[in-house]
T-cell receptor
């Protein structure tokens, strides 16, 4: 079956530090890959996505590249801000699974001023 | 509406009771999903509706859980004989066509079974 493993948190960084959150996946087909973000008190929001190998998704300064050879989709940002403090979820969708999303367990990020 | 609305936002119930959780999707969205998020975990798929019918209910944990969407809009997740292990945040999402690119999640209903 499908599964997503992501870096355990919590992660605490100072403002302007470099961020990496690791994500690896197992899938039976050719999945699309996603990063979702959950800000305090808000619903899950799509941050970025990639639908095929070597695609790079990007949004709000965050980037992730779909690496089929290493089955990874690591999230990076060059300079984090306090407002980036949130829980980040890596997820995949295998269209053979009726479009359902399989999520990782989430990584709590806290950015200190 | 502008977003996916879930009510109530919080529900506390006694073990063994019946509960209903409501989801109002974005108007015109044909696809609707229910997920369950336990503390410290990512959301887990429960059920997917395309229109009025359940296209995939493989994530429902047992026969105490049931969901309906009779008119292809509002959906209700029903849990019978609640157990303490059912305590979680129940998330609803909708999309225009079922393409995961366009998922919009609600803020969830936090269910606590005491």
């Amino acid at each position: 079956g499908n599964s997503v493993t992501q870096m355990e948190g919590p992660v605490t960084l100072s403002e302007e530090a470099f961020l990496t959150i690791n994500c690896t996946y197992t899938a039976t087909g050719y999945p699309s890959l996603f990063w979702y973000v959950q800000y305090p008190g808000e619903g899950l929001q799509l941050l970025l996505k990639a639908t095929k190998a070597d695609d790079k998704g990007s949004n709000k300064g965050f980037e992730a590249t779909y690496r089929k050879e290493t089955t990874s989709f690591h999230l990076e940002k060059g300079s984090v801000q306090v407002s980036d403090s949130a829980v980040y979820f890596c997820a995949l969708s295998d269209w053979g699974s009726a479009r359902q999303l399989t999520f990782g367990s989430g990584t709590q990020l806290t950015v200190l001023p | 509406g502008a977003g996916v609305s879930q009510t109530p936002s919080n529900k506390v119930t006694e073990k063994g009771k019946y509960v209903e959780l409501r989801c109002d999707p974005i108007s015109g969205h044909t696809a609707l999903y229910w997920y369950r998020q336990s503390l410290g975990q990512g959301p887990e798929f429960l059920i997917y509706f395309q229109g009025t019918g359940a296209a995939d209910d493989s994530g429902l944990p047992n026969d105490r859980f049931f969901a309906v969407r009779p008119e292809g809009s509002v959906s209700t997740l029903k849990i019978q004989r609640t157990e303490r292990g059912d305590s979680a945040v129940y998330l609803c999402a909708s999309s225009l066509t079922g393409d995961e690119d366009g998922y919009t999640f609600g803020s969830g209903t936090r269910l606590t079974v005491v």
